[in-house]
């Protein structure tokens, strides 16, 4: 078949009108989407697939919030365990607000008609989760507010009819393509093509939010659906925009070996244990205050440091055991249904009789696109003081920070929020049941700023759009249809996340890093020479998967080249040459307050870093100082 010729097959280019145009149908684009529905705005929700489908389905736990329910708790709590999880990197205005607005928009979907499980007394039921305490560490709490192990499946489907109810407009398998902005930096909309037709189109809009989820699929092995590409993380790093903290990948402790399907932490929360080979619950050596209910980066270290210890299970001794029997059938088919399926389906095994085999997993990214408490996406605007850096006296034993507090300003008519955004509520590592309530949280928030932004400043206008609009994302589609000759994009995409995977895993040395960096570097022209043989329009998937693997491109860049700069071990990265280094003055299991208390930020242009300090003075509490993590 010859080249599609772009003057005939390209001009019946639409030109789109909005408020606020939304990319990505998941928990945080939804809840953002029924904000600004219910307030008038005419709104579209740009996403891959069926909002329902949306990745955040797989979210099984709970939704984490003070409640108080099954025993006595507060935000403040919940604030400390989210600081204390991050490992310090989370900015703590940004934890005080997610978890003090927690409880009030649990309420708001309890109301909505989301289906959360019961106590006898009719309030929400509540589970232990990972890392989540009362009393500032003393003993684990019940904050997981959950609907069976579906309650992502619940909350995208109450989400979902209460837009339909409010009349947001959605735009059903559609890709998104290309940011716009204008010479002043101002984000005007996105260029998209419809996988139904092949068509372009340009949705112009006051504001533009990202809610386009994570991008998981950059690993071999991930529990994250095929959508996961970092679609957004790409569109925002190729038009300017830095990426943070993006060396920070969490493994989830209980994938399944083999099929990496996730298995809810609320399997602990119910009270499943982790097993070795001698049938020992060796958590209670790593973590004896919390156990098997530590926070995820603690677990999925420790169920490694057992495997490469010998007491792994299995014939090649590469898996660690999920033990639920001692739970009981009845309290399995009703708290953990979904549990059960996917044992039975992924491992041929009956959960209620015999355990199921797991290993940590690649499943959340700590990073993303820069925002702040509003879902602004921000950047940097300069330090007055000098860069940032944190320093501890040995007399005193306290900390002391040199660099100013406000570096950054938002891009004007850009937002962002869900796990493609980095706020930082969940700093170097996120505490389970925090992943949907940061969805909500910041929808809400986001929700809320755009209404007054779009009332307040823009009226009936729209910033005239640049003559080149449509240059990048044309010259992006005609290279794919006039290509002859090149490389096959899922070939390219699985070379990317075998370097990704081989050299930014639970244990990571520098020399393993440093080599991934100059590998994903050197597999540039393959990248840039996708060649696509199926050059048909309607639901071209071939097509799709060629898009993607320029933004996961892109993702595998940030994280490699970040991880190799980050010269300690904080949460999720944690570099085994600097584990052992007890003399330093701020050592604490390898990090290194003095040199890295600092967010990092990543250039797709030219590969550079930047860092912009961590924000230490919450909103109306005290700040929690540093120390070293123990549970």
Not at 565 to 573: D, F, Q, S, V
Request: a negative charge; charged letters at 25%.
């Amino acid at each position: 078949m010859g080249a599609i010729n772009p003057k005939e097959d390209y001009s019946n280019i639409q030109n789109l009108t909005f408020d606020a145009v939304i990319v990505g149908g998941g928990g945080s684009g939804m809840r953002a989407a029924y904000q600004l529905a219910q307030a008038g705005l005419k709104v579209a929700v740009l996403t891959k697939v069926f909002p329902t489908r949306s990745h955040t389905v797989a979210a099984q736990g709970g939704i984490g919030a003070s409640l108080g329910n099954m025993q006595e708790d507060n935000w403040h709590y919940h604030f400390y365990d989210t600081v204390k999880g991050s490992d310090w990197l989370g900015d703590q205005d940004a934890i005080e607000f997610m978890t003090r607005e927690a409880p009030k928009v649990v309420y708001e979907l309890e109301h909505l008609g989301m289906p959360f499980d019961r106590n006898q007394d009719g309030t929400i039921y509540q589970r232990p989760f990972g890392g989540h305490s009362a009393n500032y560490g003393e003993k684990a709490v019940p904050r997981a507010c959950a609907a069976a192990d579906r309650t992502g499946h619940a909350l995208l489907h109450t989400l979902y009819q209460s837009n339909v109810k409010m009349g947001a407009q959605f735009y059903v398998e559609w890709i998104a393509l290309d940011l716009i902005r204008n010479e002043a930096g101002d984000v005007l909309g996105v260029t998209a093509i419809d996988q139904e037709t092949g068509n372009i189109a340009v949705f112009q809009a006051k504001a533009t939010l990202f809610a386009t989820g994570g991008a998981g699929r950059v690993y071999r092995a991930s529990t994250n659906a095929y959508i996961n590409t970092g679609d957004g993380l790409g569109m925002a790093a190729r038009a300017g925009i830095p990426l943070q903290d993006m060396e920070f990948w969490q493994f989830h402790p209980t994938g399944v070996a083999g099929a990496g399907v996730l298995l809810t932490e609320g399997c602990r929360g119910e009270g499943a244990i982790l097993r070795n080979k001698d049938g020992e619950p060796f958590m209670e050596r790593y973590a004896p205050t919390l156990k098997d209910l530590a926070p995820r980066d603690f677990v999925s270290r420790s169920m490694d440091q057992e495997i490469k210890e010998g007491r792994g299970c299995g014939p090649k001794a590469d898996y660690i055991l999920l033990d639920m029997t001692h739970l009981g059938a009845e309290t399995i088919m009703k708290r953990l249904p979904s549990v059960y399926e996917i044992g039975k389906k992924f491992a041929n095994v009956d959960c209620t009789k015999e355990p199921i085999p797991v290993v940590p997993t690649i499943h959340y990214q700590m990073g993303g696109i820069p925002t702040n408490i509003h879902g602004q996406v921000v950047v940097p605007h300069g330090v007055e003081e000098g860069e940032f850096s944190a320093h501890y006296d040995k007399d005193t034993k306290e900390y002391s920070y040199k660099g100013t507090r406000d570096y950054v300003k938002p891009v004007k008519g850009f937002y962002a929020i869900g796990e493609c955004s980095c706020v930082s509520v969940h700093g170097a590592n996120r505490l389970g049941t925090n992943s949907l309530l940061d969805l909500v949280v910041f929808g809400k928030a986001a929700g809320e700023h755009i209404i007054d932004y779009v009332t307040k400043h823009h009226g009936d206008d729209y910033q005239p759009l640049p003559t080149d609009v449509l240059v990048n994302t044309l010259e992006r589609i005609r290279k794919l249809d006039d290509s002859t000759t090149g490389e096959n994009a899922q070939e390219v995409a699985d070379a990317i996340r075998d370097i990704v995977q081989d050299h930014a895993g639970v244990f990571r040395t520098q020399a393993l890093l440093d080599k991934g960096v100059k590998e994903i570097l050197a597999i540039e022209p393959r990248v840039r020479n996708i060649h696509l043989k199926d050059k048909s329009k309607v639901f071209n998937t071939a097509r799709v998967e060629a898009l993607e693997v320029e933004n996961l491109y892109e993702v595998a860049k940030a994280t490699l080249i970040s991880a190799a700069a980050r010269k300690e071990c904080r949460g999720a990265h944690t570099v085994v040459d600097y584990e052992l280094a007890p003399d330093h003055p701020t050592y604490s299991y390898g990090r290194r307050d003095d040199e890295w208390m600092k967010h990092t930020l990543w250039y797709s242009s030219d590969n550079r870093l930047e860092y912009k300090p961590v924000r230490f003075s919450p909103l109306t509490v005290e700040a929690i100082e540093p120390k070293p993590r123990t549970f």
